[in-house]
């Protein structure tokens, strides 16, 4: 949709999302990144991170998977777990409340 508004070539505009200043100026003209940027912006355009993983095959995420909540030692370590993205840069991914 980016690409086609701008008039680019669709990986250009994501070596522009996906990369730092200068790094989309090695390929990027100046010009071609600020329309690039402005159509996303005026698109609602957002970076999807998970999307983002999948050709480094990292997500950065810390699944849980616990069998039964009822166990109250589990209950515990799931607790104790949600602590870790405030002390890492991790973020938790858990299906529990």
């Known amino acids: 949709m980016v690409a086609k508004e701008v008039g680019v ?47 480094t095959r990292r997500s950065g995420l810390v699944g849980v998977l616990v069998p039964r909540l009822q166990d109250y030692v589990l209950q515990l370590c799931t607790k104790g777990s949600k602590k870790l993205p405030s002390k890492t840069s991790y973020p938790l991914s858990s299906p529990t409340p």
Do not use: C, F
């Open 9 to 55: 070539d669709l990986s250009t505009v994501s070596r522009v999302v996906n990369s730092v200043d200068k790094d989309a100026r090695r390929w990027v003209s100046d010009a071609a990144i600020k329309r690039i940027r402005e159509a996303a912006a005026s698109s609602g355009y957002r970076r999807n991170p998970q999307a983002a993983s999948l050709p």
